[in-house]
């Protein structure tokens, strides 16, 4: 015979929520990460489209990132693929995916789209914050997005933080490095920006 605190389980999960597919951000490990303020969208709060977009701050610095890299990557080289894309960065069945802001990708490596997540790992990812929901994981999850990332052969991973006014570089068997808004760093090939410098300059 049941107990009454086996019943009173039993009753909880019958009765919680399912968390609809579409607010699934990422899966990480094991782990389903949800958009930033979805608990507000299945309380009736907010629509799904107003904890999906990206703020000013965001589009601005990705808009400058943008036209550095299509002035000076060479194209025939590399693709640049934007715009929350989609990486299944596991060959498991699973179909584990992160989604990346920035990615730049060997044509050698890419083939032609085939409409589902990218399948190969980019040379480059470039994350601007994140959308997140990181009540339950913390800050770990930039940590363990960024080994994933790497582990999967992407060759180095940038971090963004607006707030903290922060970048982390990460490459594979180096030491990752967080540094200041205004310290020039190579994206790849050379391609260097000063973040603080773009900002003011395009600002004027």
């Given at each position: 015979?049941?107990?009454?605190?086996?019943?009173?389980?039993v009753k909880?999960?019958r009765?919680?929520?399912?968390?609809p597919?579409?607010l699934v951000?990422?899966?990480?490990g094991?782990?389903r990460i949800?958009y930033k303020?979805y608990?507000?969208?299945?309380?009736?709060?907010l629509?799904?489209?107003a904890?999906?977009?990206s703020?000013?701050?965001h589009a601005?610095?990705i808009?400058?990132?943008?036209r550095?890299?299509?002035?000076q990557?060479?194209?025939?080289?590399?693709?640049?693929?934007?715009?929350?894309v989609g990486?299944?960065?596991?060959s498991?069945r699973?179909k584990k995916?992160l989604?990346?802001?920035?990615?730049?990708?060997?044509r050698?490596?890419?083939?032609?789209?085939q409409?589902?997540y990218?399948k190969?790992?980019p040379?480059v990812v470039?994350?601007?914050?994140?959308k997140?929901d990181?009540?339950e994981v913390?800050d770990?999850?930039?940590?363990i997005?960024t080994?994933?990332?790497l582990?999967s052969g992407?060759k180095?991973?940038?971090?963004?933080?607006?707030?903290?006014?922060k970048i982390?570089?990460?490459?594979?068997?180096?030491p990752?490095i967080?540094?200041?808004?205004d310290y020039?760093?190579e994206i790849?090939?050379?391609?260097?920006?000063?973040l603080?410098?773009l900002?003011?300059?395009?600002m004027?």
């Open positions: 015979m049941a107990t009454a605190i086996e019943n009173k389980i909880k999960k009765g919680r929520k399912k968390i597919d579409y951000y990422e899966i990480l094991n782990k949800y303020d608990k507000k969208v299945l309380s009736g709060e629509p799904p489209e904890i999906m977009g703020s000013e701050l601005w610095i808009d400058l990132i943008l550095v890299l299509y002035s990557l060479n194209k025939e080289k590399y693709k640049i693929l934007l715009g929350e990486y299944f960065y596991t498991s699973s995916w989604n990346l802001d920035i990615a730049i990708v060997s050698e490596k890419l083939k032609k789209p409409g589902t990218l190969v790992p040379e470039i994350e601007v914050d994140t997140a990181l009540s913390g770990e999850y930039f940590v997005k080994e994933k990332l582990k992407v180095k991973v940038i971090w963004i933080f607006t707030d903290a006014k982390q570089i990460a490459e594979n068997k180096t990752w967080i540094v200041d808004f020039e760093f790849i090939d050379n391609i260097k920006i000063n603080e410098k900002l003011k300059e395009d004027k």
